[in-house]
């Protein structure tokens, strides 16, 4: 089925009691440069520095029982990882994350430090994805897919809404574009509620750090 306003609007409250709900103030730098106002929303602010603990939480409230007892997996090389450990280690789910080995050491540092399970393989985001898939079939554990997923998608949107309440005549919302679980999550909150509000997608350029792990499909973290 595919997804809805209904089901953004569920995740936050599904979400609301571990997640910080971040401030959007006004940049004075950014709006001096722009000759317009523009305001930032601060998602580094959660407790894992980042908006993928969003999608992380949703995805994981929403296991049946039997999967929240086996566990969880995902390949990642930093943020999804770091939500999905810090959430599964409050929800008490376990946490297996595979990651490639070019995977910064803080990150991986950070998730074993949150009670998940590391390990690394491959010399590129695909390879430590495939390993990911072989592993859950093999040990029984549910595949986590950083943006790809309709829970996950659901989770990043709220950041919509609460943009939305926060700057009521916001007329354009920009947003960074990965794998696209954000901007995907973050458009369908907005456009439902604001058609008339501008939502520009903006990606990083080939030959930055975040195609590293580029085989077809861009890294997403």
Do not use: W
Not at 120 to 125: I, L, V
Not at 177 to 206: T, Y
Request: glycine letters at 12%; aromatic letters at 4%; proline letters at 6%.
């Amino acid at each position: 089925m595919p997804l809805t306003l209904a089901d953004i609007t569920a995740a936050r409250a599904r979400i609301a009691d571990g997640i910080y709900t971040s401030p959007c103030p006004r940049s004075i730098q950014l709006s001096e440069i722009c000759g317009s106002p523009v305001y930032c929303k601060l998602e580094y602010l959660q407790r894992t520095g980042s908006f993928k603990e969003r999608g992380a939480r949703n995805a994981l409230l929403l296991l049946p029982a039997d999967q929240r007892a086996a566990g969880v997996i995902a390949a990642s090389a930093g943020n999804h990882a770091l939500g999905l450990a810090y959430h599964g280690s409050l929800l008490g789910i376990a946490v297996t994350v595979v990651m490639p080995r070019f995977a910064p050491l803080i990150k991986i540092a950070t998730c074993r430090r949150l009670g998940a399970t590391i390990v690394q393989h491959g010399e590129s985001f695909a390879e430590a994805r495939q390993h990911a898939l072989q592993l859950a079939d093999r040990l029984g554990l549910t595949y986590v897919h950083g943006f790809d997923d309709p829970a996950i998608i659901a989770g990043q949107g709220t950041l919509g809404l609460e943009i939305l309440e926060q700057l009521p005549e916001v007329e354009a919302v920009i947003v960074p574009i990965g794998g696209g679980g954000l901007a995907a999550g973050v458009s369908l909150a907005v456009k439902s509620l604001r058609p008339d509000v501008q939502v520009i997608g903006v990606e990083r350029g080939p030959g930055r750090r975040a195609t590293r792990g580029r085989a077809g499909a861009p890294h997403a973290g």
